[in-house]
């Protein structure tokens, strides 16, 4: 079957199995950006925006993002362009073999636009299913309060100029 | 310099060095590209290079012990799609070890690719390299194979006694007594332990025993290879080893190492579990045999099942003080379950004692001894912390009870007895990794300082013994203190190149193997503190055994000092001869003796590198201390590059040691016990380290609490559980529980800095040593608000109740 997916706001129509999950879709047409590890939605490895929600792409259907929009990693932002949040990744040591953090990433995102002055508590509860086993969180979690310091400051300051 | 946020406190003690770049939180060279997803992996590598690659699976037995009376494998051959199906009748039978060590091996050979026999539940049985993995999947299906089963050892205890099932009746090579299910022995005596813990005033004997645990890197063990444009067979791996990975496959396989690439792309964790050679074997002989690209990607699954584990241990721990708490006799008796194959069990069960014992120098009379035997179970091998961990669990939990008997406070009984700078141990010598150890002596310890911080920063005076209760929950506090080492003394080796740009940049190629920890980085600002650039002028390339020299890989605690020693080397000798060149241009004398002198790591950091009396490097540039003129090196590097006796300004530089100054720590926990549900809460755990000069103290912040995570995890939720044939029956993230973001507690990380005068620019290892604490901690806090001593990890609500119902009785 044909899926027609937006996928980081460029529309692409892929042929798909019934059965196959976005994680598969998405690595097949070279969105190596989302990577798989435990394929059984326990880890967060995975995690993409769809529709701006975070979901586990591994447990995903690739059918049911027919007509959606799928935001990875690296539609948040690339290197050349790092988004706020991912500059902060970098900025507070939060990331070490950084294999979970385009999902964790994903998960900050999804928070972060809805709220932009969340507690340490809600940065927890938010990235909660994005395991990591490198770096203990803490850093993680200071990086999303850094940036949504940060991104309160752009607001404030688009604001102004208004 | 003094850092104090929430959750980090980082000071110094002693006369450190002003520098430029190290001692600075530089972000990761990789950094960007890891937080944008760039396809850096060993899979993702696979992917966009070779899309039609072949896929690999592995056939595990179901059954703990017997043989392979007959193995079909027509029906999956003829599978459409399926390339090669490799059993043990179509495969090198070279014996070897899949631990990925040193030369020559310290651990048995009871390994083939595959064998007539299987020996637990997850050996490897059969293979297949098909088009797809679905394919794959099916075909191993179709294999057909006819057990005999046997009995099976099941439990270390079992594991010696007469007539007990032989594991490796074969008889390994390097097997101590297989005959016994014995894979290693070892039997280290200094004094004579039990007479003088005959004649202690006061002696505590204690049995502790761990449990099996699993690294859960984030990315599984993940290989692939192929033969390039000019026949070589190239191996992509997710490992810690590439040379040792090189030198197995090697020998196994029969390739000519000159016809044998072993790289190292951006790995997704170690943690040890990729010190092993699981897979790269497998991919190397599909290539072989089919001619095309063929990949292996371990499930999470297969990772839990088949690969690697820490090795439980039971130890029994005697110590022998006087009345006043001094220490006379430390005996310590290890029984290491190495599983069905003897995978580091050697050198891991070394560890228990070398790296725990010497921290109590006081005791003159000690022993250690002990058995890693076979078992049909899971196979352990190197796990952050290597046996270290376990022995810690016995050692400083005794201790606190010894602590209880004397009626004194555990952190003064430890003060009393522990080593101090100028002190040695003569177990340092006694017992090295599997063999005589290296003499050494203290040069560095901020140990008292870490204990002070660390008492202060939980409460401890407030709190110790207190059980202040909030109806069926009470608090207490524990701690425990630790050392490591710093790459294993006279046998690790590594090397690094430096070459210089036309535009004053530099290019560094190391065998260092960044296997996410930012050694990358930290090398790179080590090298550019010499080089008096900043880290940005450095470009690295680590861990390809054609294009980077050698290095024994990313293990021991060894980056950071043995590594980081070889480029500090290499760096003294390209900024000499800069300096030879720019006396030209400047018309200046310097001696060639100074230029060509063997660089050194090992430096009294009061002194000055002679050399520095002449010139120095400065942004760029290289300054004359005499003359006060200045020339860039770029226009050094033009110089030497076209116009005046041309050559290139590069130096490929090695490093070995004669020490591994230990890195020290302090850990101390407050908890809440439940008494209703025998739940702990952590309220707050404090981990106080000394790594020498924290080269980037971002990212050992970062080391520390990684490890923290992963040794609370370790003693309180990770756990293998086993039905009743030796089957672990919960293989997945969802039931073999690891901290999560909530899971983790408050954590303070308390950094003292020193200057460690064999390190290079200072520095001691910090990799490994935060993961010991968890388990002694934890456990001498439950003590601390209960009474109640368990010596069995983890603990868990179901242990912790039973202990208290056992008490209320």
Redo the contacts between chains.
């Keep these: 079957m044909i899926t027609k997916i937006v996928i980081n706001n460029v529309e692409r129509a892929f042929e798909i199995e019934p059965d196959e999950v976005l994680l598969d879709v998405l690595?097949?047409e070279?969105y190596?950006?989302?990577?798989?590890?435990?394929?059984?939605g326990?880890?967060g490895?995975c995690t993409i925006l769809l529709d701006g929600r975070p979901v586990a792409s591994c447990l995903t259907l690739a059918a049911k993002a027919d007509g959606h929009a799928v935001t990875?990693?690296?539609g948040i932002?690339?290197?050349a362009h790092?988004s706020v949040l991912?500059e902060a990744?970098?900025?507070?040591?939060?990331?070490?073999?950084?294999?979970?953090?385009?999902g964790a990433?994903a998960s900050a995102k999804a928070l972060l636009d809805e709220n932009l002055n969340p507690t340490e508590e809600d940065?927890?509860?938010a990235?909660?299913?994005?395991?990591?086993?490198?770096?203990?969180?803490?850093?993680?979690?200071e990086a999303v309060l850094d940036a949504a310091e940060k991104l309160r400051e752009a607001a404030k300051d688009e604001e102004t100029k208004k | 310099m003094s850092v104090q946020k929430k959750g980090f406190t980082h000071v110094s003690e002693g006369p450190n060095p002003t520098t430029l770049v190290v001692g600075k939180s530089v972000t990761k060279v990789d950094g960007y590209a890891l937080v944008t997803g760039a396809p850096m992996y060993t899979d993702d590598i696979a992917a966009r290079d070779f899309p039609k690659r072949l896929h690999g699976k592995i056939l595990t037995s179901p059954i703990a012990s017997g043989a392979i009376v007959a193995i079909d494998t027509d029906a999956a051959e003829a599978l459409p799609g399926v390339r090669l199906v490799l059993t043990w009748k179509n495969t090198p039978r070279t014996y070897y070890t899949t631990a990925g060590q040193g030369w020559p091996e310290p651990s048995p050979y009871d390994n083939q690719m595959f064998t007539e026999r299987v020996r637990f539940v997850g050996d490897r049985v059969a293979a297949v390299f098909a088009d797809t993995k679905e394919i794959a999947e099916q075909a191993l299906k179709l294999i057909k194979v006819t057990f005999k089963e046997e009995p099976a050892v099941l439990n270390a205890d079992d594991a010696m006694k007469p007539g007990a099932p032989l594991v490796h009746p074969e008889n390994p090579k390097g097997a101590y007594d297989a005959v016994h299910n014995v894979a290693a022995h070892v039997d280290v005596n200094v004094g004579d332990v039990d007479k003088a813990l005959a004649e202690s005033d006061v002696s505590i004997s204690e049995t502790f025993e761990t449990h099996y645990a699993q690294h859960t890197p984030m990315e599984t063990h993940t290989a692939f290879a192929y033969t390039d444009d000019l026949g070589k067979l190239v191996i992509v791996s997710s490992t810690q080893v590439p040379w040792h990975s090189r030198r197995i496959v090697s020998r196994v396989l029969g390739i000519p190492m000159s016809k044998l690439r072993v790289m190292k792309p951006r790995i997704g964790g170690g943690f040890g579990t990729k010190q092993e050679i699981l897979i790269d074997d497998l991919v190397a002989y599909g290539v072989i045999k089919t001619g095309l690209p063929c990949e292996i990607e371990l499930t999470r699954r297969e990772e839990f099942i088949s690969s690697r584990t820490r090795h439980p241990m039971k130890i029994d721990m005697s110590i022998g003080s006087d009345s006043e708490g001094n220490f006379k006799a430390l005996k310590m008796y290890v029984l290491s379950n190495t599983g069905a194959y003897g995978s580091h069990s050697l050198t891991v069960m070394s560890n228990t004692g070398s790296k725990t014992l010497p921290l109590y120098n006081k005791a003159m009379n000690v022993r250690f001894f002990g058995d890693a035997v076979y078992t049909n179970l899971p196979v352990p091998g190197a796990y952050r912390g290597y046996g270290a961990t376990q022995g810690y669990a016995a050692l400083e939990t005794t201790i606190d009870d010894l602590a209880a008997k004397l009626n004194m406070d555990p952190i003064e009984l430890r003060k009393k007895n522990m080593i101090r700078v100028g002190e040695g141990s003569p177990i340092f010598e006694a017992l090295g990794e599997g063999r005589q150890g290296v003499a050494q002596t203290i040069k560095s310890s901020s140990l008292p300082t870490l204990l002070d911080l660390g008492a202060e920063a939980i409460g401890w005076k407030e709190k110790r013994g207190k059980r202040l209760r909030t109806g069926h929950k009470v608090r207490g506090v524990g701690m425990s203190m630790h050392m490591q080492g710093s790459g294993i003394p006279l046998i690790d080796m590594a090397s690094a190149s430096i070459k210089l740009n036309e535009d004053g940049t530099y290019f560094l190629t190391m065998g260092a193997t960044d296997i996410g920890t930012g050694s990358d980085t930290i090398l790179s600002q080590m090298a550019a503190e010499v080089l008096g650039v900043g880290a940005d002028k450095i470009s690295a390339l680590s861990s390809d055994t054609d294009l980077t020299p050698f290095d024994v890989g990313a293990y021991a605690s060894s980056t950071t000092f043995v590594s980081g020693g070889a480029v500090v080397k290499a760096a003294k000798a390209v900024r000499n001869q800069i300096f030879a060149v720019a006396a030209e241009i400047l018309g200046e004398e310097l001696s060639q003796d100074l230029v060509m002198a063997e660089p050194k790591v090992e430096w009294d950091n009061t002194q000055q590198d002679p050399i520095l009396s002449f010139y120095r490097m400065e942004d760029g540039n290289v300054v004359s201390v005499r003359s006060g003129k200045k020339v860039s090196v770029s226009d050094v590097a033009y110089r030497a590059f076209y116009e005046v006796n041309q050559h290139q300004i590069a130096a490929t530089q090695s490093f070995v040691s004669p020490y591994s100054p230990p890195p020290f720590a302090a850990h101390f926990v407050e908890i809440e016990l439940d008494e209703l549900t025998g739940k702990i809460r952590i309220l707050k755990y404090v981990a106080a380290v000394d790594c020498g000069v924290s080269i980037n103290p971002n990212l050992v912040r970062g080391q520390i609490l990684g490890a923290v995570a992963n040794g609370i995890g370790f003693a309180l939720t990770e756990e293998y559980h086993f039905g009743s044939h030796g089957n672990m029956t919960n293989p997945s993230l969802f039931d073999y529980k690891i901290l999560s973001r909530r899971d983790m507690p408050p954590t303070e990380v308390i950094v003292v800095d020193n200057y460690e005068p064999t390190g290079p620019l200072g520095a001691k290892s910090v990799a490994e040593i935060g993961i010991n604490g968890a388990i002694p901690a934890i456990g001498n806090a439950i003590f601390d608000a209960t009474g109640i001593r368990l010596h069995k990890s983890p603990y868990t609500p179901e242990r912790v109740l039973s202990a208290l119902r056992a008490k209320r009785v």
């Design positions: 690595r097949r070279g190596l950006e989302v990577k798989g590890s435990c394929h059984t326990d880890c490895a990875t990693v690296r932002g690339d290197q790092p991912q990744f970098v900025k507070n040591g939060a990331v070490q073999c950084g294999y979970c953090i385009p990433i940065i927890r509860l990235m909660d299913s994005n395991y990591c086993r490198c770096t203990g969180y803490e850093q993680q979690v």
